[in-house]
Structures are given as C-alpha cells and as structure tokens.
C-alpha cells in the first residue's frame, strides 16, 4: 500500500492495528504507531479516537500496558469514548490489574461517559 503511494484510511489502520493485537505482533504495531506519528507529527492517518482505541486495544492485548496507558491519556477526553474506556479497562483486567481498571471505571463515569447496557 505504502510502496504504491496509497496512504492508509482509518478503516485500514485500524484492521492492521486489530491484526497486531491478535497476533501479538507488538513490534509491527509500533511501527503503524510510528507511522501514523510520522517524524514530525504529519502521519498519513489521523489520530482519532477510533485509531487511538485500536493502539490502546493492541498495546494492551500485546501486554505493553504502560504504552496502552500513555496513548489512553494522550487522547483528548472529547475523543475518549466507551470504547476506549472499554479497551483500557478490559487491558488492565486481562493483565491482573483489576484495582487500575475499577478505579478506570470510576474515573469514565466521572467523566460523563456512562457505560453501555
């Protein structure tokens, strides 16, 4: 895609980003991570909340929950949605670390974001 001159949309970021998480393929979605930056902010897709709940989503699932975390809180609150609460919170609970993903919940509630049925 890249070596055709195609630059991603979200749709395709996000499957790759989805892709990774399943696979475990942390180092090839740092490199989408990477990519989406770009070197100086300019990445071929924008950071939305959707491809920011796709990076949280495959960080965690990756077991790289600090990451997880850092792209969560570097999402501003009008982009954070149920999802990317629901994708922080299931990260933290999959890895153990349910007391953060209990106090997560409060916090999304807080927040006004009241969580789905």
Same mark, same amino acid.
């Given at each position: 895609m890249?070596?055709?001159?195609?630059?991603?949309?979200r749709a395709a970021v996000v499957g790759v980003l989805a892709a990774?998480?399943?696979?475990?393929?942390?180092?090839q979605g740092r490199w989408v991570h990477a990519l989406l930056v770009g *070197?100086?902010? @300019? =990445?071929? *897709?924008?950071? @939305? =909340?959707?491809?920011?709940?796709a990076l949280v989503d495959m960080y965690a699932k990756c077991g790289s929950l600090d990451t997880a975390k850092q792209v969560f809180a570097a999402a501003p609150r009008g982009q954070?949605?149920?999802?990317?609460?629901?994708a922080m919170i299931s990260g933290l609970s999959d890895h153990g670390r349910c007391g953060e993903a209990i106090r997560l919940f409060g916090q999304m509630q807080a927040e006004g974001c009241a969580p789905t049925r």
């Open positions: 890249l070596r055709s001159g195609v630059r991603p949309n990774c998480g399943a696979l475990g393929a942390l180092d *070197a100086h902010g @300019d =990445g071929p *897709a924008a950071m @939305d =909340g959707v491809v920011a709940t954070r949605d149920v999802f990317t609460y629901t």
